[in-house]
């Protein structure tokens, strides 16, 4: 649905973005990034705001820039405090319907309809200036979806929400792409990004790190060997076998009541298959396991690492 | 048509903010009370006629007509690109222009409304009650609307095509638009506020004393008509408008603070 194609902007000799080729097709996707990553420079080439510098980039086969006929099917929820703080939410949201063709009672049902699925139709006619952060932040999602745009872009849709506001548009979010939308999603709340979809492109210092699926990402990290924590009573004798398994480069002993032994493996799909025969065979009793970098937060701090 | 509608609803519920209704105000009701002051200070009823055409020649439509229309109709622009909601507008399934003209027009509305309120007023204190009678109010009152939609047409594209629009539009206002229609020569002809004068002159008395400007004047003195004067105030309008509404279907509108 959106189609980068070493797509670079500058402003001046500021660098936004630099040569980004990927391809972002239906269902959630997530931009990652930190801070002046170029994630909202990426965001306004897709929603038309800005032309690449170098490049092209298309929404459903069409340049976004000033396109009319791409902006009916684009939903756009930009970051930061901008709104009409003098409108009501159903003033706003009407408006915005108004202006991508609604009118009459079809404007009014929609602009109800999503005040409801926001969470904002009790206070939807009050003035926006007296919302809190998070109210806000329902009223520029509530704009973004009221024409049933086929495309979604946000730029930091859950900053600001309280954590039953965040559930709710991540359950909102992930209803929308469930049902075929394309939705691309900017955030650094890396805990709930990881909730919402495993569909990640990562940015730094305007490049593209890494794009696609965050596990099949971790899996390609090289530098960094898979880490698998357990916790048995019997740690040293797991231990001892864990190191006759192919592809674990290190074992480490903790201390504690309950033992426990962390392992580094560079073919963690083997040391998963083998993992359960070897405790079933010699009876180990485990009570925790986990995958401490086997996350979101590890992949995007090993990708950035290894560019810094 | 309902999308400009609604546009046109929002444009001038953002004009009639209490402070910048405000501020207006004040603008408007400068004139006026300076011809109030002069009607105390000189209380002859043959004076009348002057003050009227002092206040309006030189106050309304040389200063509060300008001012006005530099601040509303750069603010149709200015104000969303501020206040971060231009995004909104610019990702909407609209031709830009489209976006634009609604506001276009609410600043020409506000301005002609300020310039009425000016104009009924300067001829109230310069005649009394009698004014709105006496003075050539339904003239001065068309001229000032279409006074309005050039200065707005005038402004607004440099809203479009530059970022500090409304400095340069009161620089304009103040010294390009009080200068120039006091030039010599055919110079004056660059000046809006010449066409003004001759769509809607206003008899002034002869100075007793010639300065240097007068007596270049008086040498080579400049005629123009009233179908010149329309034709160029129309022409103006037109591609001014044009101008802008090219201009802001182009360019790009972000906050640079934002780039990240």
Known sequence: MITL???????????????????????????????????????????????????????????PFANPRVYAKIG???????????????????????????????LRDHVQHVLELTGIAESADRRIAGYSKGMRQRVKLAQAIVH???????????????????????????????????????SHILHEVEQLTRNIVVLHHGRLLAQGDLYAIRALIDAHPHRVAITTPDGRELARCLLDLPGVVSVRLDGGNEGGVEIETRDPEHFYHEFPKLVAHRRFRITAFSSPDNNLEAVFRYLVEGTS | MMAEVHLFRAALRDLSRPKRLMAAGFVCIVPPLLVLLVRIARPASGMAPLRYNFATTFLGFGFVLPILAAVFATGAIRDEVEQRTIAYLLTRPIARWRILWPRFASAV???????????VLCAVSAWGPVGVTTAPLVRDLEIAAVGAGVYCAFFLMLAAIINRALLVGLLFAFGWESWVPNMPGSFQRMSIATYLRVLAPHSLPEAETMDVLRMLNALAPQTISQATAWTTVICVTALALAVAFAAFSMREYLPQEDEG
């Open chain 1, 76 to 106: 756009y929820c930009p970051e930061g405090e901008g709104i009409y703080e003098d409108l009501t939410a159903r003033q706003m949201v009407g408006l915005l319907a108004a202006l991508s063709g609604m009118s009459g009672r079809a």
């Open chain 1, 5 to 63: 194609h070493h797509a670079s902007r500058w402003y001046g000799h500021v660098l936004g973005v630099n040569d980004v080729s990927c391809t972002i097709s239906a269902g959630i996707t997530t931009l990652l990034g930190p801070n002046g990553a170029g994630k909202t420079t990426l965001i306004r080439l897709i929603t038309g705001q800005l032309r690449p510098t170098t490049g092209s980039v298309a929404v459903l086969g069409e340049r």
């Open chain 1, 148 to 186: 049933e745009p086929e495309v979604l872009i946000l730029d930091e849709p859950l900053n600001g929400l309280d954590p039953v506001g965040r559930r709710e548009i991540a359950q909102l979010l992930k209803d929308l792409g469930a049902a075929g939308k394309c939705v691309v999603v900017s």
């Open chain 2, 109 to 119: 509305l506000a301005v002609a409304m300020g310039m009425a309120i000016c104009l």
